[in-house]
């Protein structure tokens, strides 16, 4: 196997894509995965096989693609851009469920135009700003009110995430920003309802807040995505074990510095990305936790640099004679910041049925 | 054209192109570019045409990418693993004239029993380490003899690559990296002919120390590979004006958050990359200095963050009307920190023929 490569541990994603599953059902809600994270068919059948109902994606050549291989119920959940209405319109006169969201009059105008020409009721959500921290109309603007009439018979309901959850770290703070995410949404649905119009989904979800919330009440579907295959940003944010990571790169030793305790990969920012997503958090795992090439994590050995096809491992605190532990052509495994951008490096997955003490 | 997309400014690109060609030539050294930023066959053809001779690659793939395409004289410049020997093989079998890296006795021996194996004599350089940055044997080291000895007849050169230069940002900083960059590559060279060995080749380069060096005596070849863009990381350093970098990304305006003056684009960082390499640099552009649609860079308006298909633009110091100013669907160009980077996150670019002068 030429390295680097992506490997999939498919127990561990398949436990995860279970977990989460049974969280949905024991909440009462829908499950609708975001498959931005993975990308992959595969991963959209065993998500699917395990319940889940329709799939979120985060651009429309996403929706293009899973279309293309049997999925139909598609919410793309990206503010709809007017010049990508065609695009969109093609989806659903081939039979795509596509549904679009907006935040904006003037989107939700542009939608409503382009579907009168072409005699086409878009399904549309409202995103709702339920933490200030990116897109939304807030849950208690006179905005709200004004789109959702403007959508008339397209509006199918609201959606938000709370993207402010992925910079918490303790269980409090995760149930409180879970909550506000859900209570947010469901007075954005109540307020559209109260105005005598229909508001049938009530979308919400991220990882951390999927995986905190006590209660989804009034809530119709939980939206996650990186929850698939996990990654150090999740298990520092406490939402999962080390041991629950399903992604990895496998690399292999293509030299050293002695002196320093450097031992150079083939593995640089094209395999883990440039994502330095737990540089801000509690633990800095650098580019990535080193493992054996079973996937077992080698204590205090971090990807601590990376150029485009070069990465350096160093020990955090101890002094490794590296050449004669990691000789030239060992593998080793490194978990990934991110997921969602480790994967993307990618064009595909190799996937490994063996833990650290099962191998197949 | 749909967004977000990555473009080619074609005329800023070619004069990029004829500026470091130029540059070789009056330095008296071939150019062997580094095709790792752009990947490019259209590039490398452009970059051939005006005199560069042969081409430096960072994976066995993009090798066979461009030997597929015409090009025979390839520098593989990654430590070589032992285990990619038969794709290299491989190569050489079809034709190609590729030369291998390595910087150690371990390293070396696998090639040449590999090549033993095999009846063939791979054309291989030698790393230097010529400023603690990353890979590579000292110049002054005993084992650069032997590792030189046990070559023997595949011994083609010697190699080094100063990228300590991207942490400088003085001309004279620059020169004095570059001059280290290449008495310290000539210094292994000496040393290897001095043991009455052969060392043809003697080959160094970055763009920083490309564009700096006031003598390249002793040099036969200077690769570079990020000047035929340029890029925000570029300017910093100090080697290019923000007008002559030749990629950016289209995206266009999918939202606002009036009240905190927020742009929200359909750039993210799968379009940006999650490169920040100007955050430690005297000038932190964020995700990207944005511009408008046809490139001409909008005063303080920089990518303050970026999701996975959201980009977050913001003005640094003054509050503007930013729905006004930049309504929905406006077209806007986001010129990157790091061009290698970015570049590596599309599958294609689009050539565009126009400065924010001349439209064609």
């Not at 303790?170 to 007075?187: D, F, H, K, M, S």
């Not at 971090?302 to 002094?319: D, P, T, Y």
């Amino acid at each position: 196997m030429d390295t680097p490569a992506a490997l999939i541990d498919t127990l561990k994603m398949q436990r995860n894509i279970q977990r989460m599953q049974l969280r949905a059902e024991s909440l009462g809600v829908h499950l609708r995965p975001h498959v931005k994270t993975h990308k992959c068919a595969d991963v959209v059948a065993a998500q699917i096989a395990a319940g889940a109902r329709g799939i979120t994606v985060s651009t429309l050549k996403e929706a293009e693609y899973f279309f293309e291989r049997g999925i139909h119920d598609i919410l793309y959940a990206v503010a709809m851009a007017p010049h990508k209405l065609p695009q969109a319109l093609a989806l659903r006169r081939q039979g795509c469920a596509l549904t679009l969201i907006t935040d904006s009059l003037t989107g939700a105008q542009a939608i409503v135009d382009f579907g009168r020409q072409h005699g086409e009721t878009f399904a549309v959500m409202i995103e709702i700003d339920c933490d200030g921290h990116r897109c939304g109309v807030k849950p208690q603007s006179p905005e709200l009110l004004v789109i959702a009439q403007l959508l008339g018979a397209s509006l199918a309901g609201v959606l938000t995430h709370a993207g402010e959850s992925y910079g918490l770290d303790t269980p409090g703070a995760l149930q409180a920003i879970a909550e506000q995410e859900r209570a947010r949404c469901v007075e954005a649905a109540e307020r559209i309802r109260a105005a005598g119009l229909s508001c049938e989904q009530v979308s919400v979800g991220s990882t951390p807040t999927a995986l905190s919330a006590l209660s989804l009440h009034g809530v119709t579907e939980l939206r996650a995505g990186v929850y698939a295959f996990f990654d150090l940003v999740m298990h520092n944010i406490g939402v999962c074990r080390a041991d629950e990571l399903a992604l990895s790169v496998l690399t292999t030793v293509i030299g050293h510095q002695a002196e320093k305790g450097w031992v150079i990969t083939d593995a640089g920012w094209m395999a883990m990305s440039r994502d330095r997503g737990t540089q801000s958090q509690k633990r800095d795992f650098g580019y990535g936790q080193v493992c054996d090439e079973y996937g077992e994590p080698i204590d205090g050995l971090l990807l601590s640099s990376a150029n485009q096809e070069h990465g350096v491992a160093q020990f955090e605190h101890s002094h490794v004679d590296v050449v004669t532990h990691f000789p030239l052509g060992t593998r080793l495994r490194i978990l990934p910041n991110h997921a969602c951008a480790t994967g993307a490096q990618f064009g595909s997955y190799i996937a490994v049925l063996h833990d650290a003490d099962v191998q197949v």
